[in-house]
């Protein structure tokens, strides 16, 4: 019993560490800052901030302000006080917005 008790702390533990450490899969970069958008679903913002790695690996230890979801050629952006939606596309090309798009690690590096 006790050891099936530690077993399921420790997957929580786990759980919050991997759920910390999500990657960057799209990155929108506006003059009101970042929205960065990470694998797990969860968005992370920087108000005011430029885009340079300092502030991408800050945002990336924020809380989540919202999730989002990818809708064809948007993506929408859900949170306690409705959605919103940001285009991926216009006239069939990525928004200048739109800094990293649909990141995916292909291999390792090592």
Request: proline share 3%; hydrophobic share 40%; glycine share 8%.
């Amino acid at each position: 019993m006790n050891k099936l008790l530690v077993m399921g702390i420790f997957l929580l533990f786990c759980h919050n560490v991997f759920a910390a450490t999500a990657k960057l899969q799209y990155l929108f970069v506006a003059n009101g800052g970042l929205v960065g958008l990470y694998e797990d679903g969860n968005v992370r913002g920087c108000a005011q901030c430029d885009p340079m790695k300092e502030n991408l690996l800050t945002m990336s230890t924020e809380s989540p302000l919202s999730h989002w979801k990818r809708n064809a050629d948007v993506i929408t952006i859900t949170d306690a006080e409705g959605s919103s939606d940001l285009q991926l596309y216009d006239n069939g090309k990525i928004t200048e917005d739109w800094w990293i798009f649909d990141y995916k690690t292909v291999h390792p590096l090592y």
